[in-house]
């Protein structure tokens, strides 16, 4: 093995804040060479800060490095600085653990978390010394691959990865050892690329974009098929039955410089049925899997200890349906070992579950900060979305935040959502301020920050069929809210540049064709595009244009049942007419329950896997408004009409 | 010493803060709406520089000496340590590169360490540089009543003349980057940085490695470092 760390010493006086480049993080492999292993570099597209604390790279690494037939390392996108050093010193992509050149790897596997970060895949492909083109790898090369919440839409990186993994990776990372450990006994030898290839697609929850063709009629996709007999027509995504199994990460990184969550960071569950419409992460991670709250309480306390945080993250898509959260909470602030001087943040609180217990209990040590997501100001808009909690839940919330001393928080929106209207986008403002009027009761400080972002549809969402709106009618509406604002100093409003969510949105829907694009924007210097300092609109559109494709068909366009949608042959177990008729269920206002605690409507996530929800609870936290038959009507204009289950979805 | 110092000094805090947690160290914290764990690093280590002679002052929380020795809490609940347990498990908790050399309690109201630091000892090399030019330059530089360097202050190029705060300044042989340079450098009023003499020795060459070999205080008239060490610094080892 070669350690690139003598060359790469004497670059790091000249780039900004230098430990990213060096490993040495407590929990960190540096010993797992193991000659005759399968060698996985693990990259996350962005920077170390962003990417070091990405829980799904640290439990591959752990679960990799325990394999005798495999070992992994990391590696992180260089910012631009120490990209221009190591492009003029001639020094590759290298793993931080122990700074080895990618290229000496069997598999590089990229974190999908966002779609801007694909100009950065192409980027590190590059910089590893790899033709970006699957096509026009050599044999012995690397294999590229890659996984997470983007990877439901392959098809825009089709051209650039040798093969996908979709849904869960705990499991399916064994079999894709085994088989490309069988490519790499071989010796790697002429004309095996393909074969290695042609075997992944057998391994369920692989997709080898290369076996596949896509075709078009126009402009019109018409499918994506396989090449071969053997290689099937569609691909089911992976799910870990019961969380329990993979207390993961046992060893949790610690960085030695500041990264973004740099805390103890314990998942407490998986998936969420809440059925947000809008919502990727909560559609395509279903069923809901908790953690036994007595495995969470030791993997706290095992945590804080080994690695001395004072702070704890309970990480799930909605933290506080926890069925035991209040216990959790409470017994780790108990934990002796923390003196009391221990603080948990509940990220991704949702209103109706969120109570003054819960908040009396997090209080007791240091205050975090609290985020609440509404995500839409009215209650109509809320229906639509499905996002069903009431006003009152959310003054409740804050109140029980306000009471128990904290000065201010965080509010959530999203705007460009399906048939919004100003009167919609402006009761954002009115709720912000009924806060804050609540908030004044108990502190003078009282002060609320109200976060924008422009809706991007995802796939394997009901709202996949929705033209997103023009960023112009975006910013129209983010100008409507601050001059609504303009004048009230305790609501302080910031939002997503309308911009970048245009190009999320060619990215994000696009088919295998918006390959042209991404490569063209990466080739013209479009790298951390995540980054507002560097993202660039116009040479998206350059790139759109170069490669003769409309924007406007591509983002702004609604869809039709009938339309052949480029991530069709991916399965996330949800059937699409399940999906179909709740986006004619959100145009026509109509609520849908929560699974997890009423009967199953087969939107197919659990029957097609034979799988189903892991809660310990089964009722609610809080009694919250939705599936409990409460009257959701209290206090609304528009009574929700919670669908009969038998009508919806199934096939 | 190694990998690690390109570590930032606040990033250094933050890592010795977990280690005193780890350790159980019955540390105190500030007041106020978000806490903070009481302690203080003298002069800042600048990033990129290695160093053998950094101190610290932790404040304990007054009943925890039991007979002379520490009473642990938190992760430690139950441990009394001596000074030199307590030395030894605050090395093993921190990160490699990382060491304690020595560990002192101070009665209450005994003086900061470091608050009287008027010098530093520096030692480091000069990337591709000819012994031969560097010593003239060195003899040169200590002959006159001038040594100006330029350093950048708020972006601005700042001009100063600072022979006043060079002690020591001699050539210790050389390692397979370049000529190794023994300063001593003046930290009153303001530190200076062995790389601002790095273009008097060796104009338009870089620096190499440069390690902060001791800090000297003044007492009582005598020139003391702050406290010697009771073991010679171990690297623990690294890939």
């Known amino acids: 093995m070669t350690s690139l760390w003598p060359r790469l010493e004497p670059l790091l006086p000249r780039v900004e804040k230098p430990a990213r480049y060096i490993g040495c993080e407590d929990g960190a492999c540096t010993d797992i060479y193991k000659p005759d292993a399968t060698s996985w570099l693990l990259t996350y597209p962005d920077t170390y800060e962003i990417g070091l604390p990405n829980q799904g790279l640290q439990i591959l690494y752990e679960l990799l490095n325990e394999r005798p037939d495999a070992f992994a390392e990391r590696s992180y996108a260089p910012w631009t600085d120490m990209e221009a050093q190591m492009r003029s010193n001639g020094l590759p992509l290298f793993s931080v653990d122990t700074h080895r050149p990618a290229e000496e790897f069997d598999i590089l596997a990229f974190n999908l978390s966002a779609e801007l970060v694909y100009t950065n895949v192409l980027n590190c492909i590059d910089l590893a010394g790899l033709a970006v083109r699957a096509s026009q790898r050599g044999d012995a090369d690397p294999l590229i691959g890659a996984g997470g919440h983007c990877a439901y839409n392959p098809e825009p990186l089709a051209d650039f990865i040798d093969f996908f993994v979709m849904g869960d990776g705990e499991e399916v990372i064994a079999e894709i050892t085994t088989t490309v450990g069988e490519w790499r006994k071989s010796g790697k030898p002429p004309g095996s690329r393909e074969n290695v290839l042609r075997a992944l697609t057998q391994i369920a929850g692989v997709y080898v974009p290369s076996m596949y063709e896509a075709t078009y009629d126009g402009t019109k996709l018409v499918g994506v098929q396989p090449k071969h007999p053997d290689v099937p027509v569609s691909v089911q995504k992976r799910t870990v039955a019961d969380l329990a199994d993979w207390p993961y990460p046992r060893n949790q990184l610690v960085p030695l410089t500041e990264v973004v969550h740099d805390r103890l960071n314990v998942e407490i569950f998986r998936g969420c049925t809440r059925g947000c419409r809008f919502c990727q992460a909560g559609m395509i991670t279903r069923p809901v899997r908790e953690r036994p709250a007595s495995q969470v309480r ?354 | 010493m190694g990998k690690v110092r390109f570590v930032g000094h606040r990033d250094v805090a933050r890592i010795v803060e977990r280690a005193l947690r780890r350790c159980g160290v019955p540390i105190t914290y500030s007041e106020g709406f978000s806490p903070r764990v009481r302690m203080s690093f003298g002069l800042a280590l600048p990033t990129c520089y290695e160093s053998e002679a950094e101190y610290l002052d932790v404040p304990l929380s007054p009943d925890s000496i039991v007979d002379g020795q520490i009473a642990c809490i938190g992760w430690g609940q139950g441990k009394l340590h001596n000074e030199q347990q307590m030395q030894i498990a605050l090395s093993e908790a921190l990160p490699t590169g990382f060491d304690v050399v020595a560990l002192t309690v101070e009665p209450k109201g005994g003086g900061s360490l470091q608050e009287t630091v008027v010098t530093c000892g520096w030692k480091f090399d000069i990337l591709g540089a000819v012994a031969r030019e560097v010593e003239d330059a060195i003899e040169r530089a200590l002959a006159g009543s001038e040594i100006e360097t330029e350093r950048k202050k708020k972006n601005e190029l700042v001009r100063e003349n600072i022979r006043y705060g060079v002690y020591d300044l001699r050539m210790d042989g050389e390692s397979e980057r370049g000529p190794i340079v023994i300063a001593e450098l003046s930290a009153k009023p303001r530190v200076i940085r062995p790389s601002e003499l790095v273009d008097v020795l060796a104009p338009g060459a870089e620096m190499g490695i440069a390690r902060r070999t001791h800090q000297w205080i003044e007492h009582e008239g005598q020139w003391q470092e702050p406290l010697t060490p009771s073991k010679s610094p171990q690297l623990k080892e690294y890939s």
């Not at chain 1, 799930?316 to 002796?336: K, Q, Y």
């Not at chain 1, 939107?603 to 009257?631: F, K, L």
Request: glycine share 8%; hydrophobic share 35%.
């Open chain 1, 298 to 651: 030791e993997m706290v306390s095992k945590g804080l200890e080994r690695t001395g945080y004072d702070e704890v993250s309970l990480t799930s898509l909605s933290t506080a349906d926890f069925s035991n959260i209040e216990e959790v909470v409470t017994g780790t602030i108990d934990e002796p070992g923390t003196c009391g001087r221990v603080s948990v943040s509940l990220p991704s609180l949702r209103v109706d579950a969120f109570t003054v217990g819960v908040a009396a209990q997090v209080s007791r040590a240091r205050r975090t900060g609290l985020t609440f997501a509404p995500e839409a100001g009215s209650w109509r808009m809320r229906q639509i979305i499905n996002k069903l909690v009431t006003e009152e839940d959310l003054y409740e919330a804050v109140r029980s935040a306000y009471s128990q001393g904290w000065h201010r928080m965080k509010l959530y929106f999203l705007t460009g959502l399906p048939s919004e209207m100003d009167e919609d986008t402006l009761a954002i403002a009115d709720l912000a301020e009924n806060c804050v009027a609540i908030g004044q009761e108990y502190t003078k400080k009282a002060s609320v920050t109200v976060s924008l972002g422009g809706f991007v549809p995802k796939p394997h969402t009901p709202f996949q069929w929705f033209g997103q709106n023009e960023s112009a009618e975006l910013r129209r509406k983010v100008e409507l809210l601050r001059e609504r604002l303009r004048r009230n100093k305790r609501v302080h409003l910031k939002w997503h540049a309308p911009e970048a969510s245009t190009a999320e949105g060619i990215t994000s829907r696009g088919d295998r064709r918006v390959g042209r694009v991404i490569e063209h924007v990466w080739r013209h210097g479009g790298t951390f595009q995540e980054w507002s300092e560097h993202f660039d609109l116009t040479l998206w559109e350059e790139a759109m244009r170069a490669s003769e494709l409309d924007i406007e068909w591509y983002v702004h366009r609604h869809r039709d049942e009938n339309e052949v949608l480029p991530w069709d042959h991916i399965h996330a177990g949800l059937h699409k007419d399940f999906l179909w008729q709740d986006w004619q269920d959100a145009l026509a206002g109509f609520g849908l329950e929560d699974c997890r605690w009423t009967p199953c409507y087969d939107c197919g996530a659990c029957t097609e896997y034979g799988i189903e929800h892991v809660v310990a609870s089964p009722v609610p936290p809080n009694g919250g408004s939705q599936g409990t038959g409460q009257d959701l009507a209290i206090g609304h204009v528009v009574p929700v009409d919670l669908r009969p289950r038998a009508e919806v979805g199934g096939t």
